[in-house]
């Protein structure tokens, strides 16, 4: 998600008793974004506490023990190395490694997404073999992290094809020559990595390759008139089906797996019936999807109509129970 279009977002959802549901306990990862290392994103490096802040250990604590077993956590290349084939900022890559530790030691998995849309200091990263090197470093840190994933980056957008498929391929060499050879490898797309344009804008993608067959296509979906995830309102109580659908029949023409990244809705009746649908829908699918990931908690949400920080965010009262029938 963009921040300008969250800056518009803000806002209360109602809590409604959620429908009850078959349990389809059919997927492998159910999961959370957890935001806050990322914030501040006009401000580079920024200041701990002021700019950023990291997530919260006790309520990824709490998530857990809810069923949640995936936490993708958000961070911005530029503050982990200041340079991209330079070294490390030793304390934010110490704050980021305390919350991986917090999943993983609680036997749940995270995901490592620098946050930066394919681009470094705002400038489109075009170097696939800088790119490759800085994940090459970042992967030796977690390469013994079995329960960690590698996410190449978040929502490439307005960028090349070519360079998209040839980045992400290079993140993928970068990560298995550093020795991490055991992890999943998240990849992404062009135009925001959407699942409801992927067929149109990403089929290229379909070419990349991993010696250790661990390649998962990350794609996102919202299902507010645009598509951008800044509206409470869903278009209608279909269309989660809808928008998944012909990236269901590529993943399965092409012998690949998928998990949907982002995903929210506002808590209302239809955005409820439109999320069930779509898991439904993905759970019926689940060969080749392995499972979603709600937009979003973390310390700093407030009262953003999404938040499923405990206990406070709207959506954590609001679509707890509609989420958990589809947990593994
Ligand atoms: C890391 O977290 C500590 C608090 O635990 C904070 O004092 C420090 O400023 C943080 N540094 C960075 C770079 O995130
Ligand atoms: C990885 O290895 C290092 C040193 O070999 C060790 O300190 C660390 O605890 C290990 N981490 C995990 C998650 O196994
Ligand atoms: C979809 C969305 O709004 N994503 C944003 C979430 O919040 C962080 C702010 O920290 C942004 O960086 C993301 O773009």
């Not at 089929?203 to 409470?232: F, R, W």
Request: proline share 4%; charged share 20%.
């Amino acid at each position: 998600m963009k921040l300008d279009a969250l800056l518009v977002a803000i806002g209360a959802g109602t809590a409604v008793a959620a429908p009850q549901h078959k349990k389809r306990a059919t997927f492998q990862f159910f999961g959370v974004n957890e935001s806050g290392a990322e914030f501040g994103e006009d401000t580079i490096p920024g200041e701990w506490g002021t700019d950023f802040t990291f997530p919260d250990p006790t309520t990824i604590a709490t998530l857990i023990s809810d069923g949640f077993n995936l936490f993708r956590v958000q961070f911005k290349m530029e503050r982990l190395t200041p340079e991209i084939t330079g070294a490390f900022d030793d304390a934010y890559l110490q704050n980021l490694t305390t919350v991986i530790d917090a999943v993983t030691d609680a036997g749940a998995y995270a995901i490592l997404d620098p946050h930066n849309y394919g681009r470094f200091n705002n400038e489109i990263i075009d170097s696939p073999e800088d790119f490759g090197a800085w994940w090459g470093s970042l992967a030796a840190e977690f390469a013994n992290y079995t329960n960690v994933i590698f996410d190449t980056n978040n929502e490439y957008y307005e960028m090349d094809q070519e360079l998209v498929l040839n980045l992400n391929q290079a993140a993928i060499d970068g990560i298995r020559a550093a020795g991490a050879t055991d992890q999943y490898i998240f990849v992404e797309g062009n135009s925001w990595t959407g699942a409801w344009t992927w067929v149109d804008v990403n089929d290229n993608m379909k070419a990349l390759t991993d010696p250790q067959d661990k390649i998962v296509y990350e794609m996102h979906q919202y299902l507010d008139e645009d598509g951008s995830g800044t509206a409470e309102a869903c278009v209608s109580g279909t269309i989660g089906e809808e928008r998944v659908t012909a990236a269901t029949q590529w993943l399965k023409d092409n012998g690949k797996v998928g998990i949907i990244g982002e995903f929210a809705g506002g808590s209302n009746d239809q955005c409820r019936e439109a999320i069930t649908g779509m898991l439904d829908y993905m759970s019926s699918n689940s060969e080749v999807w392995l499972g979603a990931i709600w937009w979003a908690a973390g310390p700093w949400w407030a009262d953003y109509m999404y938040s499923i920080e405990p206990t406070t965010g709207p959506a954590y009262d609001g679509y707890l129970s509609t989420l958990q029938p589809y947990f593994p």
